[in-house]
């Protein structure tokens, strides 16, 4: 295994992405080191969780740490549910059901979607850097395929006629918005040496 990486998420779907999309880092999540730490994602922006995350790894371990904040939105609803997918989901009882509510809220408006995933990278006294990665689409529903997690079963990438939940892993890793992250941030680490 090549250099280790401290993950700063507890989400075992983002962090075995991570390590499928940077082959050459060994990524720890953050856990393993100081334990079973909450992180609260307090900030209205992607960046602002992301740089939240890593920056408080970093500080508390004194060296790189990563972190990503991403999440689903709707042109036609604002961008909304955006920096709150998560807590939408909850707020719904569950990511199924979070899914019935959109289509309810979106109704016959333009099913325009975009999956938006920021990682900021923290590094002892230098300054935090950005990645971002985005994939256009529309949400389609009833949701449709079992090989992914969250808004995965509702999104079809433009281009395409099957929802990334459909696509499977290994072309989902190619095109989504946390493989288009994780290609900038590992570029940035080879040339970075």
Same mark, same amino acid.
Request: proline share 5%; glycine share 10%; net charge negative.
């Given at each position: 295994?090549?250099?280790?990486?401290?993950?700063?998420?507890? *989400?075992?779907?983002?962090?075995?992405?991570?390590?499928?999309?940077?082959?050459?880092?060994?990524?720890?999540?953050?856990? %393993?080191?100081?334990?079973?730490?909450?992180?609260?994602?307090?900030?209205?922006?992607?960046?602002? *969780?992301?740089?939240?995350?890593?920056?408080?790894?970093?500080?508390?371990?004194?060296?790189?740490?990563?972190?990503? /904040?991403?999440?689903?939105?709707?042109?036609?609803?604002?961008?909304?549910?955006?920096?709150?997918?998560?807590?939408?989901?909850? %707020?719904?009882?569950?990511?199924?059901?979070?899914?019935?509510?959109?289509?309810?809220?979106?109704?016959?408006? /333009?099913?325009?979607?975009?999956?938006?995933?920021?990682?900021?990278?923290?590094?002892?006294?230098?300054?935090?850097?950005?990645?971002?990665?985005?994939? %256009?689409?529309?949400?389609?529903?009833?949701?449709?395929?079992?090989?992914?997690?969250?808004? /995965? *079963?509702?999104?079809?990438?433009?281009?395409?006629?099957?929802?990334?939940? %459909?696509?499977?892993?290994?072309?989902?890793?190619?095109?989504?918005?946390?493989?288009?992250?994780?290609?900038?941030?590992?570029?940035?680490?080879? *040339?970075?040496?």
């Amino acid at each position: 295994m090549g250099r280790k990486l401290v993950m700063a998420s507890a *989400n075992e779907s983002k962090i075995a992405e991570a390590r499928a999309l940077l082959p050459g880092y060994e990524i720890i999540p953050y856990r %393993e080191i100081l334990g079973d730490v909450e992180i609260p994602e307090t900030e209205e922006t992607f960046e602002g *969780n992301a740089r939240l995350k890593a920056e408080y790894v970093s500080s508390r371990l004194g060296e790189m740490a990563i972190s990503d /904040d991403s999440g689903f939105c709707l042109a036609a609803l604002g961008g909304f549910p955006g920096v709150r997918s998560h807590e939408f989901g909850d %707020e719904c009882g569950g990511y199924a059901a979070a899914q019935t509510e959109l289509a309810r809220r979106l109704g016959d408006k /333009d099913p325009a979607a975009y999956f938006v995933n920021v990682i900021a990278l923290a590094r002892p006294n230098l300054p935090t850097k950005f990645f971002k990665g985005l994939v %256009e689409g529309r949400f389609v529903y009833p949701p449709r395929g079992n090989d992914g997690f969250a808004f /995965d *079963n509702v999104f079809v990438p433009e281009g395409m006629e099957k929802t990334f939940a %459909e696509l499977g892993r290994a072309v989902k890793d190619k095109i989504s918005h946390r493989a288009r992250g994780f290609r900038a941030l590992a570029e940035f680490l080879k *040339n970075a040496g």
